[in-house]
């Protein structure tokens, strides 16, 4: 354990890490890592280590973790699912944490006819979407396909066929970087287009959303029909990130792609998806420099052609090349 009152340690020296990891390591709900690569927890499969890979099952933890990493001034960062970032192959200098355990749990209401769910932020998304439609809540077949948490799926305002998150959401909980809890209502929350736009630094704990009572074979249909669209329009078989450009107002960034000529392009082991131009997908072996160089590729030729600029959805990690990003 750190003796603060002996020892003064620089902040990232080799001293300063001993103690951090020694503290780290003390907090219980805390499973620690070091140097952990994190392509395994990416859905692209890409990205190289972390310093610190923590993963966290409670609020006493977090909090803990969280006062420990100001006060070494850790950089950090949260990653849920890994379904919507692209992480640089020299990966990320400090700590990426992951919420599990208590995070996962779901507590459903059915009161005077409104049925809410308040969930934590690492439920991962489809196994809601699953449970909801079991017990007879509405309200969030359309997120049936999108591979994130919960927490995710906040952040990214995620939406498909026309709905998004933002729909259904009552209240967020979270804490602050320092690890102060906040709580954030519906109305005081400005949503856009894949973007939650949460105070800066807000790590998501748990979120209510507003549902409505369902009928079990009519959203059993409406998910099977969207299942069946997006195996129709959807690459399978190589891991990637979903779509990898927002669409610009009144377009789609994949019709402007493949209007450019770009679908097949191949970058290293990286390549613009033949079945959705949005999508690229790594062929086996793809660093995060192939993907990067692929993207700036598209997003030149796309301005070129047509005098739109493309911006990225996938949110970048980690440390980059001098001179790379978008
Ligand atoms: C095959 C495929 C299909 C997809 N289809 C869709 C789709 O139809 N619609 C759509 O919107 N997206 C889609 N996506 C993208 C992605 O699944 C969503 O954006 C998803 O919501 C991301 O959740 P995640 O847990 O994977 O987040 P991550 O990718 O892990 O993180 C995304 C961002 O959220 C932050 N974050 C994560 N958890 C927290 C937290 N608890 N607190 C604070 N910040 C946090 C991360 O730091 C990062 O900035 C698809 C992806 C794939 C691979």
Redesign the pocket.
Known sequence: MRDGAAVIAPVGSEMAETFLLEELRLIPGLRVKVNEPLAP????KIGGPADYFLTISDRAALSQTLRALQREGIFF?????????LVSDLGVRGAV???DGE?KQRHWHMEEGKARVSVG??C??PQLVREAVKRGFSGLE??E?????????????????GS??EKIVERVE?VTRSGEPVGVDRAEMAFSY?DSH?PAG????EVRLRLSRGDAAEMNLKIRELVAK?KKS???GH?????MFRNPPGDFAGRLIEAAGLKGKIVGRAEISERHAN?IVNLGGASAEDVRGLMEFAQQEVERRFSIRLQP???W?GEWPSGSGM
């Open positions: 927890y990416t859905s692209m960062c949260l990653l849920g699912k890994g379904s919507n970032v944490l992951r919420l995070f932020a690492a991962s998304l359309f997120a396909g999108i591979p994130g948490t919960v927490g995710g799926a906040l952040v990214m305002n995620a939406g498909a066929y998004e998150i979270g894949r949460l807000t790590i998501v704990t997006r959807q690459p399978s891991p990637n990130s979903g779509s999508f959805e996938v949110r990690l």
